[in-house]
């Protein structure tokens, strides 16, 4: 069955990195564009960064742009987010989203605090 698989996630001081993971199954990933989505407490779902099927096309949220990276990784049916100069306010879960399934992944805590 399909599977998206989320990772790395975890407590991180102000101005640290980390990188997240998502692994995919159950599809043709590589025919699949992908996305990074957060939800803060108390708010809705937010778009953080997509990338296309073959990952020459990426987009991002203006405010993680410079910071974050999307990735993937076709061989591996693996899409990444690394995320630098991590801030108190990209708290949240993040998920990675599958555009042609339509199918979430059941997201992964970031905490940023010092």
């Known amino acids: 069955q399909v599977q998206l698989v989320e990772s790395g996630g975890g407590l991180v001081q102000p101005g640290g990195s980390l990188r997240l993971s998502c692994a995919a199954s159950?599809?043709?990933?590589?025919?699949?564009?992908m996305s990074w989505y957060r939800q803060a407490p108390g708010k809705g779902r937010e778009f953080v960064a997509f990338?296309?099927?073959?990952?020459?096309?990426?987009n991002y949220l203006d405010s993680v742009k410079g910071r974050f990276t999307i990735s993937r990784d076709n061989a591996k049916n693996t899409v990444y987010l690394q995320m630098n100069s991590l801030k108190p306010e990209d708290t949240a879960v993040y998920y990675c989203?599958?555009?042609?399934?339509?199918?979430w992944g059941q997201g992964t805590q970031v905490t940023v605090s010092s």
């Open positions: 989203y599958a555009y042609a399934i339509d199918y």
């Open positions: 159950g599809f043709t990933f590589n025919n699949v564009a």
């Open positions: 990338i296309s099927s073959a990952g020459g096309a990426t």
